[in-house]
């Protein structure tokens, strides 16, 4: 157990739809970052917050958004769902920016 | 732009040393990370290099050469266990204080009796 927590770990919803992923950081870790993995991809960097700011952005959709909130928890909201979205997302945390990153369990998420 | 290339699969035999090779082309470099992910699991961490050498912890090694954009890493006493898909990861600067860990495709490893 990493002691990353996501929830929830699996979600059915239709195209069109807007869904919300949680993640409860490592106690003390300031850092989160949010990964998209589908079977024909490798992991793909989302977006990093640290202690409650956007710091880094990668291949994220504008239909894709995310916040971290004063508790230190994030959450990825994805929305006007399509087919290709279906894939693991992943959460992780870090104490710092160059400090090993921690993974959760993932959020299945299945569109239909 | 980044580019990590890893192969996509290998096999080896329990007991036995694997290599598993990537090589790395990023705008940016502040460290290299191995990841470990059994089928629809979380990756764990296994290594971190930022500086030129070999690293070693216990049956895992790993190495890095920054000049050549090359690293590797190597399983000794290889346990079937062991199967799983390896990820290469490099740390890259995206903004003034961010950055991104960006992976590679993996390393599929079956390990055979």
């Known amino acids: 157990d990493s002691g990353v927590t996501q929830t929830p770990k699996h979600l059915i919803t239709a195209t069109g739809q807007r869904v919300t992923l949680r993640c409860s950081p490592r106690s003390g870790d300031l850092s989160v970052y949010w990964y998209q993995q589908s079977l024909d991809q490798g992991l793909q960097f989302l977006i990093q917050y640290y202690n409650g700011e956007e710091r880094a952005k990668g291949n994220i959709l504008e239909r894709f958004s995310a916040q971290q909130f004063p508790d230190l928890h994030s959450e990825l909201n994805l929305s006007s769902l399509e087919l290709g979205d279906s894939a693991l997302y992943f959460c992780?945390?870090?104490?710092?920016?160059?400090?090993?990153?921690?993974f959760g369990q993932g959020t299945r998420l299945t569109v239909v | 732009g980044q580019n990590i290339d890893q192969p996509t699969e290998m096999t080896a035999t329990e007991g036995a040393i694997v290599q598993i090779n990537c090589t790395y082309q990023?705008?940016?470099?502040?460290?290299l990370f191995w990841y470990q992910q059994h089928a629809g699991e979380a990756p764990t961490f296994l290594s971190y290099n930022v500086l030129d050498g070999l690293e070693e912890k216990g049956r895992f090694s790993s190495f890095l050469s920054r000049s050549k954009g090359y690293s590797y890493l190597l399983l000794k006493e290889l346990q079937m266990k062991d199967s799983a898909s390896y990820l290469c990861a490099v740390r890259s600067p995206l903004s003034y204080s961010g950055y991104a860990l960006n992976f590679g495709k993996g390393t599929s490893l079956l390990v055979t009796p």
């Open positions: 992780a945390s870090s104490v710092e920016w160059n400090t090993e990153a921690f």
């Open positions: 990023t705008s940016g470099f502040n460290g």
